[in-house]
């Protein structure tokens, strides 16, 4: 059985905690480095990239996680979490794991109170999806290694080898097809 790690400082992770498990998967909550330990798969939640960030150099697991990427660990950024993977955010240098040839713009589609659902189709599932942007950010360019897998006026999912990343909130829907996507096609 797959063991999927979820980085559990703030954020949604409960929700994902749930989402593995309905995918036959055993979540792991990951507050330590010690909890990386066996994991075939790391998700990134969303919440507050800046202190999620703090939280990840504060205890180390920055360096674990970016030498388990390195080792090809499949990794998944939500929101926050595609930020912290991103190899460039729009005017403020890079995330804190790096990861990820795109650059990303913050809040870039406003506030709390702008935040929006939105039905999206996604070719690679064949599927529609309902997609929640909370606060989202933007991807405003991919590298040349990097797969769009949706979007809106600009990518929305990403993938590179196996980093994936999605700027809105798939946990929060009755769906599970990214995180089908995610276990079987990336985890694998």
């Known amino acids: 059985m ?10 949604g992770v409960i929700e994902h905690v749930k989402k593995v498990e309905e995918q036959g998967c055993v979540p792991v ?6 909890d990386l330990d066996g994991v075939d798969g790391l998700i990134l939640p969303g919440g507050e990239s800046t202190t999620i960030g703090k939280f990840l150099i504060e205890t180390g697991m920055k360096d674990k996680i970016l030498e388990l990427a390195k080792q090809g660990l499949p990794m998944w950024g939500t929101c926050a979490g595609a930020i912290l993977l991103s190899k460039s955010i729009k005017n403020q240098g890079s995330g804190v ?11 870039a589609y406003g506030s709390q109170l702008d935040s929006f659902k939105k039905e999206v189709f996604v070719p690679r599932l064949n599927k529609t999806t309902e997609c929640v ?11 040349s290694n990097v797969e769009v897998l949706a979007q809106l006026d600009t990518p929305i999912a990403v993938l590179q080898g196996k980093i994936l990343a999605t700027t ?14 995610f276990i079987e096609n990336v985890v694998k």
């Open 2 to 11: 797959k063991r999927i790690g979820v980085l559990a400082f703030q954020g």
């Open 29 to 34: 909550l990951v507050k330590k480095n010690e």
């Open 168 to 181: 809105f909130h798939p946990e929060l829907t009755s769906q599970n097809y990214w995180h089908s996507f």
């Open 133 to 143: 942007f909370i606060r989202a950010p933007k991807i405003v360019e991919v590298g």
């Open 97 to 107: 794991l790096p990861l990820l040839d795109i650059v990303i713009e913050r809040n």
